[in-house]
């Protein structure tokens, strides 16, 4: 009897814990447009700069994973999306590595705009807020403005959601492809 309930309460457990993914990307929802997050979860918005759609949507460049080649590609928006190796690589074929001798600082992000051709950066940021706790979030990078012209976090709730797309990832992605779309509208 003892060991029934036990084996009730680990499968009650690991079904709790496991009803999220991590890591694997998904296309946008054809019904509403968005990726398949928790409603409940809406990043605030910290940078919201308006830019130009047509440089804008060219190119992304994103941290250099499957994950975030897939992601970039799905939100359906830009016209090329790279990882940051597959960048690097471009940069070398097409021969500017004279003229564009890094990609570590703004000056040579804005070199790599100005010979290559215009994009913008997506990164992860992560911080732990004192007395906050700790909180994820998305800025994109513009090299021409040698600024961040996008950025938002929302709260990790490592108890409950644990780090998950559907928790943390997909709202994140949400709230940029609302970013991205006004782009749209405002040209």
Known sequence: MKLTRLSI???????M????TFEKATTLNTRTNYFP???NKIPSILIDI??????LKMMLVVP?????????KYMNYFDKVLT?????SEIVKKG???????????VGLNRAYNYFQPFVILEMTKINKPG????????LYDPKKADVIFQNEIRLNLMWDGWTDQGTMFPLFNSMLDYLRKQKINK
């Not at 680990?10 to 079904?15: F, G, M, R």
């Not at 500017?96 to 001798?101: E, N, V």
């Open 96 to 106: 500017l590595s004279d003229k564009i001798t890094s990609l570590s600082d703004k």
């Open 84 to 88: 940051y190796d597959q960048f690097e």
């Open 64 to 72: 250099s994973t499957d994950y975030w080649l897939a992601m970039g």
């Open 132 to 139: 906050g706790g700790w909180f994820a979030g998305l800025a």
């Open 50 to 55: 308006p830019t130009n759609p047509d440089t």
């Open 9 to 15: 309460v680990v499968l009650i457990l690991i079904s």
């Open 17 to 20: 814990i496991s009803c999220g």
């Open 37 to 39: 997050a928790k409603k």
